[in-house]
């Protein structure tokens, strides 16, 4: 089934909005990774269960928004984005982010909760360490060249695109923006979300230390933390999309249903 896109005036700047039937049960909402764009999800809509809504974030400075500044603050940007979610909050979120797109939503979590006295029922982190324990690489001081070397060493995902001067004029000001970002965010105090996490790792990502990845299970108060390892460096859910998707339909199900014990729990790659 195609995926349908349908608008909403006042939060169209911040969400490409994907939906299936009339009345969703949960919204899904999808943080893209470091210089990425809400294209990163735009397969998942026919794997999903059918009443499951998904928004992808849409950051500035790219794409459709392209004429617009780069948000270089996490700060502003969680602020940002929280905001836009205000009139979102008629049904149970879900957030699942990647890489840089992880940190985003915990701190989109975090002002929804103390704000609203709600935020997502789960929070979804995929490819990165917990924000308090992750490291710097000061990838956003150094020289073009140095900063796609970078980009490389993670994984395949469209790095082709910098061998095109056209392209890689467009693509460079937002990563280089988006890693300024991610590299001077580092909370010394995080906050505790209420939300159950599950991690998700790549088994060839050398960037996510085991140790580093275990450390979101101090950022909830739920009790419930688990960790799911797939086969892949830090791009392996594109190649793994379907087996992605099938572990969060089964992750998705019980939402809105009794409140899971509390535990934590890992599981061998796939």
Same mark, same amino acid.
């Given at each position: 089934m195609t995926p349908v896109v349908t608008a909403r005036a006042d $939060?169209? $700047?911040?969400? @490409?909005?994907?939906? @299936? $039937?009339?009345?969703? @049960? %949960? @919204? %899904?909402? /999808? #943080?893209?990774?470091? /210089?990425? $764009?809400?294209? %990163? #999800?735009h397969g998942w809509p026919p794997l999903l269960p059918p009443d499951v809504e998904l928004l992808a974030v849409r950051y500035p400075g790219r794409q459709d928004r392209l004429a617009e500044p780069c948000v270089e603050s996490m700060d502003e940007l969680a602020d940002r984005i929280a905001d836009a979610l205000t009139d979102r909050l008629d049904l149970p979120l879900v957030f699942f982010g990647h890489s840089m797109g992880s940190s985003v939503a915990y701190e989109v979590a975090v002002r929804l909760e103390a704000r609203h006295g709600t935020g997502p029922v789960r929070l979804l982190v995929s490819g990165r360490a917990a924000p308090h324990h992750a490291k710097r690489s000061g990838l956003h001081d150094t020289d073009d060249d140095t900063l796609i070397a970078g980009i490389r060493s993670l994984g395949d995902l469209g790095s082709e695109a910098f061998d095109i001067p056209e392209l890689r004029e467009l693509l460079l000001p937002p990563l280089r923006a988006d890693y300024r970002l991610i590299e001077t965010y580092r909370p010394a105090a995080p906050v505790p979300v209420r939300a159950p996490i599950t991690a998700y790792v790549g088994t060839e990502d050398h960037g996510c230390v085991r140790e580093d990845v275990l450390a979101w299970a101090e950022l909830t108060t739920s009790g419930e933390f688990s960790l799911r390892a797939f086969d892949g460096d830090h791009f392996y859910l594109v190649p793994r999309e379907g087996e992605l998707l099938a572990e969060l339909g089964r992750r998705l199900a019980d939402v809105g249903g009794p409140a899971p014990a509390a535990k934590t729990h890992l599981t061998v790659p796939v």
């Open positions: $939060t169209d $700047t911040w969400f @490409r909005r994907y939906r @299936r $039937t009339a009345a969703p @049960r %949960l @919204r %899904l909402v /999808g #943080f893209p990774h470091a /210089g990425g $764009t809400a294209q %990163l #999800f």
